[in-house]
């Protein structure tokens, strides 16, 4: 079956480290995207690709980077410049960046910085 | 004006009963429109895409009103396992906004 998988479900880190979510689909969808949930709040788009190699800054990018060096994954890291970085994470794909084509999403990774 | 806006809730109803709620947008030129569903402490699903003569899934309607710039939700015969939150998603060419979500909790 088809999908987009995050892992870990759960993490757990220091403050100061750096981190690395992993997020792969087998959708082969073009388009990727990481978003993130506080509680009580509305998703937000930390990053986006459309295309491998490729990907843009969302509206809440600082302390976060990218890569897209394959169509399948779109691993996101927070860093330790990310001044609040406890969230739920979501990663989502669609079949291309335009409009009338729906994100599936990954079932999240919670983060928690201590 | 918010982009997208939806009431928070929570709703309240009995289970069996009809709900609808609705979800306002301020771009006219928004092209494409999604109602997802989020249980607690998952991830949001597609339920249905919005299309503008209107849809209908089961028990799940959806609409759009272009004019006066909203999306609505109804959900009829609701059961206990409709309790979750319902977000609505206003796509308009590259960009992708999300409301923040209607609560409803079917009671039983």
């Known amino acids: 079956d088809g999908g987009i998988t995050q892992s870990p479900k759960y993490l757990f880190r220091k403050e100061g480290q750096n981190v690395t979510l992993s997020c792969e689909q087998n959708?082969?969808?073009?388009?990727m995207y990481w978003y993130r949930q506080d509680p009580g709040q509305g998703l937000r788009l930390i990053y986006y690709?459309?295309?491998?190699?490729?990907?843009q800054k969302g509206d809440i990018a600082e302390g976060y980077s990218v890569s897209r060096e394959k169509k399948e994954s779109f691993p996101l890291t927070v860093t330790s410049a990310q001044k609040n970085p406890t969230a739920f994470y979501l990663c989502?794909?669609?079949?291309?960046?335009?409009?009338?084509?729906?994100?599936?999403f990954g079932n999240g990774t919670r983060l928690t910085v201590t | 004006r918010k982009e997208v806006e939806q009431d928070p809730g929570p709703f309240n109803v009995p289970e069996g009963a009809t709900v609808a709620f609705n979800c306002t947008y301020s771009n006219s030129a928004s092209q494409s429109f999604f109602w997802y569903r989020q249980d607690c402490r998952k991830e949001p699903k597609l339920l249905m895409s919005v299309y503008s003569s209107g849809n209908e899934d089961g028990r799940f309607t959806a609409q759009l009103n272009r004019a006066s710039q909203y999306i609505s939700l109804l959900i009829r015969d609701s059961k206990l396992s409709d309790s979750a939150t319902y977000l609505c998603?206003?796509?308009?060419?590259?960009?992708?906004?999300f409301g923040k979500g209607t609560r409803l909790h079917i009671l039983p």
């Open positions: 690709s459309q295309i491998v190699n490729d990907f």
């Open positions: 998603v206003v796509n308009k060419d590259d960009k992708i906004i």
């Open positions: 959708l082969n969808h073009d388009a």
């Open positions: 989502a794909s669609s079949t291309r960046h335009f409009y009338n084509s729906p994100l599936h």
